[in-house]
């Protein structure tokens, strides 16, 4: 089912593997210009807007675009109580994590006498949520974006999710649960590019903007956050999942090919990824994929994920040639089923999460084991983090100097200046040591002074 790509005569570090490695088509510039007119007529013509694509694209049009308290209220009622026990223990466990992410709050250094720098951490002051609800209804994306930006201490978070025909032109319930459980009560049934432009532009008499848009969603979505980026802040331009599992012959083959069809149920477009040096387990792996797949309910979808072009069993010499393949595809998923999996995930640079044995599947990761599921695609993971707290936090730099310890500096910084040739930033620092110098009774402070 999974095609073989042999690299076992091929030498090189992991920069020589990349063009070599499968990946989802994921052709975000075409999509902007597919999203450019919707998110300008949602900035043109606000609810209006709202009310034609949400009928051409989610097929319903809701009473009332901002989902009402008691629809709320209700779904956190009628939530099946070992189904909330399971979700109460998600969110605990994401912001038990979220908190210690969090860490210190401010720093400040002492150059010298009088001369201080500190960092704050301050949150951004209203986020944007996007969960989506295509293929399936992701409401573990509630817990994964409310829960850290919550612990980060943004002061007002709204979320959209599409309206679905089948309960009245509502998010799916799970989701407004969610949203109820975590005290979310600003909650629009809204989907895809509109969901962003609403956010972006904001909406008059119904959404106010936001600062920063946050959450997965299919290529029109990763499309217009891309188009309105500058415009607010995004989180990352995620694309379809992917799984890359790095395994040698002690891996159970049960395990391996469950854990690459879970993620294949995602998408016909997921990309699952076994990087082996043995044969046997290869064989093995196949062996599963044909019973397993068959009977599983989105076995169609699955099928054609495994058989895409973005799948691939890669056959290496040895665990060498597999941590570099490994590191060269960088993936939002990385499982080790190998030997000592603890001491190799010490030697992984790219992965958006690693899990690490055959008891960390990526199941975990995606709903209960205190990590963020929402993590870089594509090979983004060589330079972007998944979604955590400090995704919520801006770092801002507080500067106080006294008199003194500027004049301690100042000659420098005019030299500085005059080097680059912006005589008028010297002059600023000019101006103030002229000040000193006349306070103090004594010429202009010279280049002993900056010793």
Do not use: W
């Not at 009310?51 to 694209?57: A, D, G, I, P, Q």
């Not at 090919?257 to 040096?277: C, F, G, I, K, M």
């Not at 998923?333 to 690490?356: K, S, Y």
């Not at 004049?407 to 912006?422: K, M, P, Q, S, T």
């Amino acid at each position: 089912m999974l095609r073989t790509l042999d690299l076992r005569n091929r030498a090189g570090g992991d920069r020589d593997y990349r063009d070599l490695l499968p990946r989802a088509e994921f052709d975000v510039d075409a999509a902007v210009e597919v999203v450019r007119p919707i998110c300008d007529a949602v900035r043109d013509h606000g609810e209006h807007a709202l009310r034609e694509y949400s009928e051409r694209f989610d097929h319903v049009v809701p009473e009332r675009f901002r989902v009402p308290a008691e629809a709320l209220g209700r779904a956190l009622n009628e939530l099946d109580p070992e189904l909330r026990a399971a979700f109460e223990t998600s969110i605990t466990r994401r912001r038990t994590v979220s908190q210690a992410e969090r860490g210190e709050t401010s720093v400040e250094v002492e150059l010298a006498p009088g001369a201080h720098v500190g960092q704050r951490m301050i949150p951004v002051g209203r986020v944007g949520l996007y969960v989506p609800g295509g293929l399936a209804p992701l409401a573990s994306s509630v817990i994964m974006n409310v829960v850290p930006a919550q612990v980060a201490g943004v002061g007002s978070l709204a979320l959209a999710s599409p309206p679905q025909r089948e309960f009245g032109g509502l998010p799916h319930p799970n989701i407004l649960a969610l949203c109820a459980l975590l005290g979310i009560d600003e909650v629009y049934a809204v989907g895809g590019a509109q969901a962003v432009a609403m956010f972006a532009h904001g909406v008059p008499g119904l959404c106010p903007r936001v600062d920063l848009i946050t959450g997965p969603g299919n290529i029109y979505v990763v499309a217009a956050k891309r188009l309105l980026k500058g415009l607010v802040g995004i989180d990352s331009e995620a694309g379809t999942t992917e799984i890359g599992i790095l395994a040698d012959d002690s891996a159970d083959p049960v395990f391996v090919a469950a854990d690459l069809v879970s993620q294949a149920e995602h998408d016909p477009n997921a990309a699952a990824v076994l990087v082996t040096d043995s044969e046997p387990l290869v064989a093995a792996v196949a062996a599963e994929l044909d019973r397993q797949v068959p009977a599983s309910k989105h076995a169609d979808r699955i099928r054609t994920a495994l058989t895409g072009p973005q799948s691939a069993v890669i056959m290496v010499a040895d665990l060498e040639q597999g941590l570099d393949v490994i590191n060269a595809y960088a993936a939002e998923h990385l499982e080790l089923q190998v030997r000592d999996a603890a001491g190799v995930a010490g030697r992984i640079r790219n992965a958006g999460a690693i899990f690490v044995g055959s008891y960390s599947p990526v199941s975990l990761g995606d709903y209960s084991a205190g990590s963020t599921h929402v993590l870089p695609t594509g090979g983004c993971a060589c330079h972007s983090s998944g979604l955590n707290v400090k995704s919520f936090l801006r770092a801002v730099h507080v500067i106080d100097y006294d008199a003194d310890a500027l004049a301690a500096i100042g000659h420098g910084v005019e030299l500085f200046a005059e080097a680059e040739d912006l005589p008028a930033h010297a002059a600023a620092i000019t101006a103030r040591l002229d000040r000193v110098a006349d306070r103090r009774g004594t010429g202009r402070p010279g280049t002993g002074a900056d010793a």
